[in-house]
């Protein structure tokens, strides 16, 4: 392994097999490279499969002349791996953990809502055929009454029509084609809503998920750059190089004095800065938790309510409506003429009503058609907490892979690790004195 990378991290091949070697180093990094790309269109940025392909090819050919060609470009890309675990690597993965909720837990909420509306348009349906067929009721009470009232005792006080004149919508068609009216457009706006949910989230996840690509090579690019350039930069490391330079120079001293201030790139010691720097991003991957948090909580929550609201609905009973009517009438005759006869007054009496209707109000039917409500995927759960597991473990890994990138330029770039040593001896050596 020590040789493959000396060959890898090579200016120039030495010869044939080294070139052959570098070869199919390139190669076989550039074929896992290609084929995780076109795995993270194809299923995390949801583009078609051939422009996958196509855009998997390309990048993959590319890559391999870049590799194969460019002595820098190697060192970067190289840089690039431990790049992934810090807070670049966690705002790919953060976008992918929002891909996947959106694509898979929002769709949930929206159908178990629709499920809910479903329940209150079926309900509102029955309740509607119970209220008009009721009114048929009332319509033969009324004729019944009616008829009752005609009966009198003696025809000369008979009314000349006892019946009431009832007026009972028929066209109950009109209501149902409202009303079904009403749930298509609510249907169709919760669909019209899912779809741009949907799309706004899958070209914001690509746009930023390109943002994030190019920033992760950029900020490898310039790790680089600085550490060619300024030799002060990343440079507090007790590295063998320097170990051995203060040996040589007989001023082991001057590590052990500032070891404080120095670390080991290959230790567990983290300096104070580092500590609060792991902490500060350990409580934004904690608020990015809340949140999404938030979203699967409002997943049982609709869950919770639509099964609640189908099951209720399925244990609606007929409520059970009685009209009873009691009427009992007389009719006297003018009290004043048989006091002039200094007789008692009469009464003629009509036939008394007493009757009892009944009638049930019916709020759920099985003929409505209501979709099951959707639980929570625990997949996709299952996905989102790993993957918030490697968030939170990224944070405490940032500060080794830097110290990995650090090596990995160090050994692309002996000549200006050396320089870079003896420039930190120089520095413990003035503060010395």
Known sequence: MADLWWIYSKPVPADGRE?????????CITAVIGSLFYNWMFASLEYSWHLCVAMAISFSLLLLLTLFLVHPARCVFSMIMPTLGTKQGRKLLFSTCVMIAVVNITPNIISNIKTILQVIQCICKNSSDSL????A??????????EAIQEATHS?????NGHFRFSLFQNSSLIYQKMHLAGEKISREFLSVEVLVKDSVRVANRLAAGFFMLYLCFESTWYLKNYLTNLRFDNFYITEKLERLAVDRRAAHLLVGSSKKLIRPTGLKLSREEVVLCLVQAMLVTVALMLMLVLVAMDHFAFSVADTAVRKAAQFSAVPVTLSIK????MGITPFLFKLFWRPSEALLLRDFNRTYHHHLIFSSARCRISPPRPPNPSVLLVVGLLFCILYGTVFLETFARRLCRGIAASFFPACEEE??????RRLARRHR
Not at 132 to 135: E, F
Not at 156 to 160: A, L, S
């Open 420 to 425: 870079r040593v003896l420039h930190l001896y």
């Open 137 to 146: 009721l009332l319509e033969k009470v009324s004729w019944e009454f009616g």
């Open 156 to 160: 000369i006080y008979k009314p000349m």
């Open 132 to 135: 008009l067929n009721s009114t």
């Open 327 to 330: 009427y009992k009438a007389e």
């Open 19 to 27: 070139l052959w070697t570098l070869f199919l180093q390139c190669s």
